[in-house]
């Protein structure tokens, strides 16, 4: 079976988290990756989220509008609600999958509080537009979401470097993991300042036992993205028995783990910090993934595929197809799990129907609400051996 995701895992990885903890593992990783990132200060979290919602409150944020895409990871504005701020969407564009730029002034109002710029799939935001709204918008924030996009360029300039600062996610699924945990990212030493005391007033430390519990899920992700077991998972999916236990998310519902507020542990750090030094790497593999896809599927009148730019991370390889559900069957038959991506389009679903409350139509979401339906995800992890790509490409698509 060939997954749709692999985080980059090796023997180091293993190595580092059984290394005894040091006292300063947490800020190594951070030096680390403010390094790497190009800026000033990184600090990290137990969830990209957790970073949101308190980056938010160290701008002093509260009841105002935040406004960020439609189309997007639901997390990011369950954060804003956990910030006490309310999310104000905005519809994508079919060229880059990014939100609408030009549609955000449309929504800019008295209470506009921020903007969160987000780079999906690695797809760097546009800049230009962006400097545009800042400059006649001086007092709104620009945050960078670099979940699917550490350190992507936009004509040469790098996305998280824009605005007062940005947020990673660093679970397994993400372009580089620390088991779990999240990092904002910033060049603003007073705001750091604030964030890290804000932190440590509001987050409890990292207890042993969620350095246990991270060490054991690590162990446990080795051997699920291992071929044959993870077949079988995924059959498990199918019949629906794992369903039962391991629901996603509850669409009804605005919430976070058990233990946002939990420090990231030092295990975490270590792994992120080896995670770190491959990071090129993984990015580099990415990109020459893309390509080999785009030279290779080019003439597959099913596909829409997702555009080659400058500077992508390319976290997921993304091409539109009309039936979706058709294509994810035919793979599966193949032993390759496609999977979708954001199934949604968070102001549609039942937390954030906005449609009762406001003046908006549906119609405003127009092209979220499409990619949410018509999106598949071709396996690009970093790892993915050329016969396997080329399994994917001959075996499926070119009979
Ligand atoms: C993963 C992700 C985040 C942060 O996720 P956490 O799970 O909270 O670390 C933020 N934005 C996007 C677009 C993401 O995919």
């Known amino acids: 079976m060939i997954p749709r995701l692999k985080p980059s895992l090796d023997w180091r990885e293993l190595v580092a988290a059984l290394t005894p903890p040091r006292k300063d593992d947490v800020e190594r990783f951070e030096q680390a990756f403010a390094r790497k990132m190009g800026q000033k200060h990184a600090i990290t979290f ?10 938010l409150e160290a701008l002093g944020l509260k009841n105002k509008e935040v406004i960020c895409p439609a189309y997007t990871c639901v997390v990011v504005p369950h954060a804003i609600v956990y910030s006490d701020n309310k999310p104000v969407f905005v519809d994508s564009q079919e060229e880059d999958f990014n939100m609408n730029l030009d549609l955000v002034p449309e929504v800019i109002t008295e209470q506009t509080g921020a903007i969160i710029a987000t780079s999906i799939f690695g797809y760097p935001v546009n800049l230009d537009k962006l400097d545009a709204i800042h ?18 360029e936009w004509k040469g300039r790098a996305v998280q470097k824009e605005g007062i600062a940005a947020i990673y996610g660093l679970n397994i699924s ?10 904002v990212t910033t060049d603003d030493d007073k705001f750091a300042k604030k964030l890290i ?36 998972i995924n059959r498990l999916e199918r ?85 979706r559900n058709k294509i994810l069957r035919k793979f599966l038959k193949k ?31 127009r092209v979220a609400e499409k990619l949410s339906t018509n999106t598949i995800n071709i396996p690009i992890y970093a790892q993915i051996k050329k016969k396997e790509a080329e399994h994917i490409v001959q075996q499926v698509w070119k009979k």
């Open 197 to 232: 005391k804000l932190r440590d007033i509001r987050l409890k430390p990292a207890l042993l036992t969620k350095s246990l519990r991270r060490f054991l899920y690590l162990v446990a992700v080795y051997p699920t993205f291992w071929g044959p077991v993870y077949g079988l």
């Open 46 to 55: 137990p969830y990209g989220r957790t970073g949101l919602i308190l980056l």
């Open 135 to 152: 400059r006649k918008y001086p007092n709104i924030y620009i945050i960078q979401d670099c979940a699917h996009s550490f350190a992507a």
């Open 335 to 365: 032993a390759i799990q496609l999977g979708w991506l954001i199934e949604y389009c968070i102001p549609n679903m039942d937390s954030y129907n906005v449609q009762s409350t406001s003046a908006n139509n549906s119609n405003d979401y």
């Open 239 to 323: 019949s629906g028995l794992l369903n039962r236990f391991v629901k996603y998310y509850d669409e009804s519902k605005v919430d976070m783990p058990g233990d946002y507020l939990e420090k990231m542990s030092r295990i975490e750090a270590r792994v992120g910090l080896v995670q770190l030094k491959k990071y090129d790497s993984i990015v580099e593999n990415r990109r020459k993934m893309a390509k080999f896809y785009d030279d290779n599927l080019r003439d597959i009148s099913e596909l829409h595929l997702p555009p080659i730019v400058e500077g992508a991370t390319y976290s997921h390889y993304v091409p539109r197809v009309s039936d």
């Open 174 to 183: 993400k372009l580089m993991t620390s088991i779990f945990g999240g990092m």
